[in-house]
């Protein structure tokens, strides 16, 4: 793999004498063991300098845009060139030209955007939350190339002069790239700021795992000490290997979080088979529970509970589970406004915790309603999965396994 020799040297590493390296594997690359890896052993550290983040980054450019528009506009601007894919940044080149040529994997890139009709409704919904989010992005950083282009004109080996379209591809690109790559690493002073991110060569070669062991980076100083990192350019990111041995040629995976395939799909383009215990399985009902507001009271009841945040958000989970949000609005579905008998007040009291239930027969009347739900989805599920492609087919297979699962613990 030659671009990995090339980061050797911007690494200050000898690739050579680590414990793992990228070999391809499905239509990418993953990491795998070189030899023998005891549990929990440092396999590499990457310097603060050669991670790409807003720390190493804001230096040379313009005030203005967040960690995630101003990483994806830097590898916009140096995207790998010509038949070598070679980037012309004269801070991250080496690393760059290691990432991926395309994202036409990926349901953002225009490619899959046809399938959305057929894809299950909770998921086109949030590619369009993604799609909304990049578009922001885009829009934003196209203002900022306005009022300063200038000053980035006089960066080195850059063109702004490409057409609008040509641009926008490569920013798609570097966007995708952010979201499909990023870590979280400790660079601002608190922890839920959105900027504590970072692209970190090597590391992102690191497939997702579903369970088992994984790959995790050390605790840096500055998350350990809950504080803003000290050094200008930020902690360096050490890489553990899994907390059990390794063998040589097994494959060492990160975990991307206890994603369902929904979010899988949509940020980073992939889905995982799925298993009959699978816990993490889980359905968004946005599209089936909304019209059961459309009634005399519905508008009332939905402003009670925008008001108190649980409008929204409703989902079924393989472990199996309905969420509490989704149990909230369905109690209140099935209290009568006219004739509430204090109904509504015992509901309100559900929201502080002073009640558990509102009555018997709320109880069996919202579990009744998941349960046709549940049936809608399994109906839905059973006509559309055998129509669609591979990907697709596994999105609708994990509706039908969570609503299977969780009408069965209803029934
Ligand atoms: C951080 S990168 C991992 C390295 C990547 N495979 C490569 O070739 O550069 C994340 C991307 O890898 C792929 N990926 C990660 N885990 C996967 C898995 N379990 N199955 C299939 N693809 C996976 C997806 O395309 C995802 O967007």
Known sequence: ?????????????????????????????GLFATVDIPPSTPLFTIPARALLNIRTLAPHYPPGLTAIQ?????????????????????????????????????????????????????????????????LQDWHTVQEYLQTNSRQLSMKPHIRLDRSNDALEGDF?????????????????????????????????????TVAGPCMTPRLSDAERSNTAPIPRLGDPLTLLSPDTPTKPGEELYLTYGAHPNRTLFVEYGFVVPC?????????????????????????VKRKMLQDCGYWGDWTLDGSPAVSYRLITALRLLH????????ALQRWQDTLTGLRDTISEVNEAAWKETVVEVCAALVQRANTRRSSVPGDVSILWAEELQVASRVSNMLN
Request: hydrophobic residues 35%; contains cysteine.
């Open 335 to 342: 209290v009568s406004l006219v004739d509430s008998n204090g």
């Open 172 to 208: 798609l690109w570097g966007w995708l790239n952010v979201n499909t790559r990023c870590i979280y690493h400790r660079l601002k002073s608190t922890r839920s700021h959105p900027d504590n991110l970072t692209l970190c060569p090597i590391l992102d070669f690191g497939n997702h």
């Open 275 to 299: 298993t009959s215990d699978d816990s993490r399985a889980e359905v968004e009902v946005q599209d089936l529970v909304e019209p059961l507001f459309d009634t005399d009271d519905g508008a």
């Open 70 to 134: 101003l990483i994806a506009l830097h590898l916009c601007l140096y995207r790998p060139v010509g038949s070598a894919r070679r980037s012309l940044d004269p801070l991250f080149g080496s690393y760059l030209s290691t990432l991926p040529v395309e994202f036409d994997f990926h349901p953002l890139t225009g490619r899959v955007l046809c399938t959305n009709a057929l894809l299950p409704p909770s998921v086109a919904s949030a590619l369009e939350s993604l799609h909304n989010r990049y």
């Open 1 to 29: 793999m030659g671009s990995f020799d090339t980061l050797q040297s911007f690494l200050g590493l000898s690739i050579r004498d680590l414990p793992i390296e990228p070999r391809a594997v499905g239509d990418g690359r």
